[in-house]
């Protein structure tokens, strides 16, 4: 990064900026409508919505999950303009990847909902660029929703930033009004619900080149490259995406690697890409600001850096936050490994797995275990680590993943445990309802709003351990229309023994195939999981008992038949639809002792010992030793 005393130029054709917002704010909309009005979809090329959202998981889940960058060219008021923007995940899980797009960008564009306002992932985005020192645009998006509030959500949002301690140049941010959908904005603010009076993006790319600082370089400084981020291509291999603090880079060029450990390698940069629009071209050369993609270096990672062979500088490290949540990953031990198109089921590859994420992925970790084929995976939360879990599974892969649990610190020789932000909106007829949710899992109330609509806002600090397996009780609570997030808070002493889920499980007591007669019997019991003709095993986890215990149970029981005709023989047996867990749910549903099966076409709960004699030794034990 160019020092402050230099003699400074700057790059007034380009402009490098990090979009940032909650989850479903509509960055990748606003992005996609930049890229149609600056012409970046050919006339033949096909314009579909969500473009930057390239994962299959990210379509369907309708979240960024990985940072990624895209280049738009504008002419602006006469002036030729190249804008790379990074659209950066909204959620604070994949808070490595946000940490790794700021790095690359020199302002921010904050995304702020007409209606919802500022959410607890907008302040752990905006946490992040204000401690970088980094200027603010803010864009209230969705003006055009019949609940928008316009000017309350902008008091909000300077609420907001006094809180995060926003200096006074940070606070006299520009405010553009805009409505991503329809690829409008506006400088003047519209009527609640109104559209903006501008039919284009043009006063906001007009904002991003007034209020965006060019890159700034000193032009005597030699070759500085930062790695930000990787990728791979089927012909080049491994790329490496950097920004260019200074100098120049050239294709087949000769620079100095400076690598993690501090030492340092002579490479050869055998290919360089640009990024003009969704596509990555071969250039010649690139100089101070510009985004670009390196091949040639097969095991380089992020954070490293690139620099002049003759004078070599590097840049610092980017560093992110320690993980908060853990579970153990290892492969499937369950009696029906190998039988379910899962073609990857060794310890070896599940590591080699593991390995390769840890190289693109900064903000997780991979710890050994007592066992030699699982490992401890730490991640920032338990979207980020299902997430891991999921594309493992589409990948091929078959697993036995734990429950998550979380990752203590031992602070003054007091043991310290992660606590987060949780900002709920609901209706207020529910109020009673959360706050008993949250009482017995140690949550405590900072504050409570009612907008007088109807519904309330209320942030409470709650252990994150009491947050795992809180999503699907709060749904049923509040009857689905609860909306709930969380974002990390810091480390506060253990605040002892939480209430686990109050209902057992129904353990399948042998193998064999479901049956409706034995489902029949059993679901005035509790909740079923399976559906009849489904393989089942001892010590898999079939349902959900309406009481605290678990209950061993016969579900492969048919009906014995005999010679006498009944009258009732010929009745249908009617059976209450089972409740199809996703892999999230299961994660949450899990007790200590037990753990979710995952394999590409199936995920089942099991217990960890699956031999009911051996379980039953165990309790015995415990209970000997409780007492």
């Not at 710890?367 to 338990?382: H, K």
Request: glycine share 8%.
């Amino acid at each position: 990064m160019p020092s402050a005393t230099a003699n400074l130029a700057r790059r007034d054709d380009l402009r490098n900026v990090a979009i940032i917002a909650h989850v479903d704010h509509g960055k990748t909309t606003l992005v996609d409508a930049m890229l149609r009005q600056s012409g970046a979809f050919s006339a033949h090329a096909e314009a579909t919505d969500r473009v930057m959202d390239s994962m299959d998981l990210e379509r369907e889940k309708g979240i960024t999950i990985l940072a990624k960058n895209t280049a738009v060219k504008h002419t602006v008021n006469g002036q030729e303009l190249t804008i790379n923007i990074i659209d950066t995940p909204g959620h604070a899980d994949f808070g490595g990847e946000v940490e790794r797009g700021l790095s690359m960008v020199d302002a921010v564009v904050l995304l702020v909902d007409a209606s919802e306002g500022p959410l607890p992932q907008t302040r752990f985005v905006l946490r992040k660029a204000l401690q970088k020192r980094m200027p603010v645009v803010l864009v209230i998006n969705k003006v055009d929703r019949p609940d928008a509030r316009i000017g309350e959500v902008v008091d909000e949002t300077y609420e907001l930033f006094l809180d995060l301690d926003a200096d006074e140049d940070q606070i006299d941010f520009p405010i553009v009004y805009a409505s991503a959908k329809n690829g409008r904005a506006s400088l003047n603010r519209p009527e609640n619900g109104g559209l903006p009076d501008s039919d284009n993006l043009e006063p906001l790319f007009q904002v991003l080149l007034d209020s965006v600082p060019a890159p700034a370089y000193d032009p005597e400084a030699p070759l500085q490259a930062h790695v930000t981020n990787l990728d791979a291509s089927p012909f080049l291999g491994r790329l490496a995406l950097c920004r260019i603090f200074a100098g120049e880079i050239r294709k087949g060029q000769q620079v100095a690697w400076c690598k993690h450990d501090g030492s340092i390698e002579r490479v050869k940069v055998t290919e360089l890409l640009i990024t003009e629009g969704l596509e990555r071209v071969s250039g010649e050369k690139a100089g101070p600001g510009d985004i670009i993609a390196i091949a040639g270096i097969p095991e380089i990672t992020i954070g490293e850096t690139l620099a002049d062979p003759e004078d070599p500088r590097p840049l610092p490290l980017i560093t992110v936050d320690e993980p908060a949540i853990s579970m153990t990953i290892g492969t499937n031990t369950s009696p029906l490994a190998g039988r379910e198109r899962g073609n990857k089921v060794t310890a070896r590859l599940v590591k080699d797995r593991l390995d390769r994420e840890l190289v693109g992925n900064v903000s997780m970790r991979v710890l050994p275990t007592e066992r030699p084929d699982a490992w401890e995976v730490q991640g920032r939360g338990e979207l980020a680590l299902a997430i891991l879990v999921e594309q493992m599974r589409r990948e091929g892969y078959e697993l036995t993943v734990g429950k998550p649990q979380v990752v203590t610190k031992t602070i003054d020789g007091k043991l310290h445990e992660p606590v987060e932000r949780l900002t709920i909106d609901a209706p207020d007829e529910y109020l009673g309802a959360i706050t008993q949710l949250l009482a017995v899992r140690k949550g405590r109330m900072e504050t409570m709003t009612n907008h007088g609509t109807g519904w309330i806002r209320m942030e409470f600090l709650v252990p994150s351990r009491g947050l795992i397996g809180f999503r699907t009780e709060f749904l049923t609570e509040t009857r689905g229309t609860g909306i709930a997030n969380a974002v990390f808070e810091g480390y506060e002493p253990w605040a002892g023994e939480l209430r686990t889920r109050p209902t057992g499980s129904l353990v399948a007591d042998r193998a064999g195939v479901a049956t409706p007669f034995a489902m029949f019997n059993l679901q005035e019991r509790g909740t079923m999981f399976v559906e009849p003709t489904t393989e089942v095993y001892e010590g898999m986890i079939v349902g959900e008992n309406s009481r605290d215990d678990d209950m061993d149970v016969n579900i492969t029981k048919e009906k014995k038949l005999t010679n006498m005709r009944s009258s009732t023989g010929d009745e249908l047996v009617r059976l209450v639809p089972p409740r199809k867990l996703s892999l999230e749910q299961s994660l949450e549903f899990c007790r200590e002792d037990e753990c979710v099966e995952v394999t590409p076409t199936a995920v089942r709960i099991r217990k960890v010992i699956l031999d009911a004699t051996t379980r039953g030794r165990n309790r015995g034990r415990q209970s000997k030793a409780n007492a």
